[in-house]
């Protein structure tokens, strides 16, 4: 199975989103651009929601800004039944934490299956959604080809290349001062000009 992803687009502050759910437990996130890049890569990523055993959910925008809601089935097995409305209730049981999460076996199992890799285990059954709006799964199985990772020296966690770490913001780049080319925070030297860090 994959997880099922609903680009909601750009929301407002305060904003209340009411998912339902038939028949599973699962997994209900809701989540900006920069933190469901995170979710379908395998990184950890910080979301409003978690695993919900009830039904109705609501989740409230907490920032203006592109929104998504992402659901996926806690151990990969079983079948839901899911889908979501906007309202205006403002009940005392709104989600409006967000928290970090660190995905499981199960939640990798569930992204690569939405890249097309296959798993070592035979497909389980697919999510199904009813009466789903516009958005489609599609969006996210359309994600490029994946970048290039690397070790963080301060975490420990593997990350995206770039100037800081995905999961402690730690800076992931020096420039040399010898001859300004930008290198790893490992290096001891400069591979470009032997300036010594």
């Known amino acids: 199975m994959g997880y099922m992803h609903y680009d909601l687009g750009g929301l407002a502050k305060g904003k209340v989103i009411e998912v339902i759910l ?20 395998g990184f950890p990523f910080n979301a409003l929601g978690g695993l919900m055993t009830f039904s ?42 967000l928290a970090l999460f660190r995905p499981t076996e199960a939640q990798k199992k569930a992204i690569l299956a939405m890249k097309g890799i296959s798993a070592e285990s035979p497909a389980s059954p697919a999510v199904s959604i009813p009466s789903a709006p516009a ?12 970048p290039e990772q690397v070790t963080c020296n301060k975490c420990g966690i593997l990350t995206i290349r770039g100037k ?3 999961d402690c913001g ?9 001859c300004s080319v930008i290198n790893p925070m490992m290096c001891k030297f400069c591979p470009e000009c032997g300036y010594r860090y």
């Open 170 to 178: 730690s800076p992931m780049e020096n420039t040399c001062p010898g």
């Open 56 to 97: 109705p959910i609501r989740l409230m925008t907490i920032d203006n800004g592109h929104w998504h809601l992402v659901m996926d089935l806690p151990h990969g097995k079983g079948t839901v039944k899911t889908s979501y409305r906007f309202t205006a209730t403002k009940a005392a049981n709104i989600s409006t934490k």
């Open 135 to 146: 958005a489609t799964v599609a969006a996210a199985s359309a994600a490029s080809a994946k």
């Open 22 to 41: 038939q028949g599973n437990t699962a997994n209900v996130y809701l989540m900006d651009a920069e933190n469901f890049h995170k979710y379908s890569n």
């Open 164 to 166: 800081f770490c995905m």
